[in-house]
């Protein structure tokens, strides 16, 4: 229970907590030593210094105690005060109720607690003045005050070690965290080149810093080859497969035009069903050979993208726009990819509904493109399939607009994860149908 309420309080990054794993053993071996050790050690300087001036004091006590009248007893205290340098008043003016001291005080607090047992007739103590310890005593000719000077009771000043091992302690913990810096900076550049792999960028990355830092880079930098090397083989035998069939088809649709118009047709139907299919794995494989990252207008491109659909006779319309990106107004995305990803899902949305609506919301964090139909949906428990490739969910869409190979929404999802993004399907609250959300990072 404690560990976890501890964890809403920890700091986040990891330079926070490398700091905070820089400072508090330092802060708490300075708090163990200094209430343990140096205090300990300076309230037992007090204490002798104290009885040390404890004889003084009861010396002069005692003399102005055997005087036979007043008159005799200031004449003692002019006697014996100057030697032992210390300011007397008798008889004392105003006299404080109670002690006088900081909190803080504490070699104060032992100079007062090793005086008042062994002072016959010791009344309050003033410590108000760092400089000065101020006490009265009862006297048979009245209440004297006495006056000395608070370094010989009290070290020069005990926090002065306390100071300078705080002082010390900052030096080099400042230290210690620059050096550790340069220990965490590799880790960020790897986070980083990770994030922007993430995003279908490769940067420029070399591995650095400590041994087991380096091992980590290494194989990041092993994982990222693996990846672009299987992608690659997978776009190419895509493309070799889808490209290879071009040529039978070819062949089978000249030799079907020979034949009789009639007996050909349900041939022909089959034959554009295999077409559509290879131009569907054409498709899927370029997903891999997109365009490269430039800074895009996204609103401009979306409009002309919505302009370009109803241009067809289509019915697609361009939804609210919410928030503004800063100027220039772009952000680095793949402008071709984009295109493809947003023609494919006014396409599910006309096939499947017969009207989209496309809809785009900006925030300082994300951009939001959202495709939403009027067709009968998908349901929830089925969503996460629809979105892997080769899947057709034809008991829950309309059959009747046409047909696809079940790479659509595919396709989509592997642009959107290459910019780094999400996408999330929905119930069109608008429209009644689908609404899909295609988040990209900013």
């Given at each position: 229970?404690?560990?976890?309420?501890?964890?809403?309080?920890m700091?986040?990054?990891?330079?926070?907590?490398?700091?905070?794993?820089?400072?508090?053993?330092?802060?708490?071996?300075?708090?163990?030593?200094s209430?343990?050790?140096?205090?300990?050690?300076?309230?037992?300087?007090?204490?002798?210094?104290?009885?040390?001036?404890?004889?003084e004091?009861?010396?002069?006590?005692?003399?102005?105690?055997?005087?036979?009248?007043?008159?005799?007893?200031?004449?003692?205290?002019?006697?014996?005060?100057?030697?032992?340098?210390m300011?007397?008043?008798?008889?004392?003016?105003?006299?404080?109720?109670?002690?006088?001291?900081?909190?803080?005080?504490?070699?104060?607090?032992?100079?007062?607690?090793?005086?008042?047992?062994?002072?016959?007739?010791?009344?309050?103590?003033?410590?108000?003045?760092?400089?000065?310890?101020?006490?009265?005593?009862?006297?048979?000719?009245?209440?004297?005050?006495?006056?000395?000077?608070?370094?010989?009771?009290?070290?020069?000043?005990?926090?002065?070690?306390?100071?300078?091992?705080?002082?010390?302690?900052?030096?080099?913990?400042?230290?210690?965290?620059?050096?550790?810096?340069?220990?965490?900076?590799?880790?960020?550049?790897?986070?980083?080149?990770?994030?922007?792999?993430?995003?279908?960028?490769?940067?420029?990355?070399?591995?650095?810093?400590?041994?087991?830092?380096?091992?980590?880079?290494?194989?990041?930098?092993d994982?990222?080859?693996?990846?672009?090397?299987q992608?690659?083989a997978?776009?190419?035998?895509?493309?070799?497969?889808?490209?290879?069939?071009?040529?039978?088809?070819?062949?089978?649709?000249?030799?079907?035009?020979?034949?009789?118009?009639?007996?050909?047709?349900?041939?022909?139907?089959?034959?554009?069903?295999?077409?559509?299919?290879?131009?569907?794995?054409?498709?899927?494989?370029?997903?891999?050979?997109?365009?490269?990252?430039?800074?895009?207008?996204?609103?401009?491109?979306?409009?002309?993208?919505?302009?370009?659909?109803?241009?067809?006779?289509?019915d697609?319309?361009?939804?609210?726009?919410?928030?503004?990106?800063?100027?220039?107004?772009?952000?680095?995305?793949?402008?071709?990819?984009?295109?493809?990803?947003?023609?494919?899902?006014?396409?599910?949305?006309?096939?499947?509904?017969?009207?989209?609506?496309?809809?785009?919301?900006?925030?300082?964090?994300?951009?939001?493109?959202?495709?939403?139909?009027?067709?009968?949906?998908?349901?929830?428990?089925?969503?996460?399939?629809?979105?892997?490739?080769?899947?057709?969910?034809?008991?829950?869409?309309?059959?009747?607009?046409?047909?696809g190979?079940?790479?659509?929404?595919?396709?989509?999802?592997?642009?959107?994860?290459?910019?780094?993004?999400?996408?999330?399907?929905?119930?069109?609250?608008?429209?009644?149908?689908?609404?899909?959300?295609?988040?990209?990072?900013?």
């Amino acid at each position: 229970m404690f560990f976890t309420w501890l964890k809403h309080y920890m700091p986040r990054s990891l330079y926070g907590r490398a700091a905070l794993i820089l400072i508090l053993p330092v802060v708490t071996l300075q708090l163990v030593v200094s209430v343990t050790f140096i205090q300990r050690h300076f309230e037992g300087v007090t204490r002798q210094m104290s009885q040390s001036i404890l004889i003084e004091l009861s010396y002069l006590a005692e003399g102005v105690a055997q005087a036979d009248s007043f008159e005799a007893a200031q004449q003692v205290v002019l006697e014996r005060a100057s030697p032992l340098e210390m300011n007397v008043v008798l008889p004392a003016g105003d006299v404080p109720a109670q002690d006088i001291r900081a909190f803080y005080d504490l070699s104060g607090r032992e100079v007062i607690r090793t005086l008042r047992p062994q002072l016959l007739g010791m009344g309050p103590v003033d410590l108000s003045d760092t400089r000065r310890v101020k006490l009265w005593l009862e006297t048979p000719h009245g209440i004297m005050q006495i006056s000395f000077d608070r370094q010989r009771v009290s070290a020069s000043n005990p926090h002065q070690l306390i100071v300078l091992m705080v002082v010390l302690g900052v030096l080099m913990t400042l230290i210690a965290y620059v050096y550790l810096r340069n220990q965490l900076r590799p880790i960020k550049r790897m986070a980083a080149a990770a994030a922007e792999y993430g995003k279908g960028r490769i940067v420029p990355y070399a591995p650095s810093g400590a041994t087991e830092v380096r091992a980590a880079g290494n194989a990041f930098l092993d994982m990222r080859n693996r990846i672009e090397r299987q992608v690659a083989a997978r776009t190419l035998m895509l493309s070799g497969v889808s490209h290879d069939l071009r040529t039978p088809l070819t062949r089978l649709r000249l030799e079907l035009s020979l034949m009789d118009e009639q007996d050909a047709a349900p041939l022909l139907r089959d034959v554009d069903d295999m077409q559509r299919l290879v131009d569907a794995f054409l498709d899927f494989a370029r997903d891999e050979a997109l365009d490269a990252l430039e800074e895009t207008d996204p609103v401009a491109l979306i409009k002309q993208v919505v302009a370009d659909a109803a241009r067809t006779g289509d019915d697609v319309e361009l939804g609210p726009i919410s928030g503004v990106l800063p100027a220039p107004g772009t952000m680095p995305l793949r402008p071709m990819a984009i295109c493809r990803a947003l023609e494919n899902l006014i396409g599910n949305a006309l096939r499947y509904g017969g009207r989209a609506i496309v809809s785009i919301s900006v925030s300082n964090r994300a951009l939001k493109i959202s495709v939403e139909d009027n067709g009968p949906g998908i349901p929830p428990q089925q969503r996460d399939e629809a979105l892997k490739p080769f899947t057709r969910l034809d008991p829950s869409r309309n059959q009747n607009r046409g047909s696809g190979v079940g790479l659509g929404l595919a396709i989509v999802a592997d642009i959107t994860r290459v910019h780094g993004g999400a996408i999330r399907l929905a119930d069109s609250d608008l429209m009644g149908g689908l609404r899909v959300d295609l988040i990209f990072p900013r």
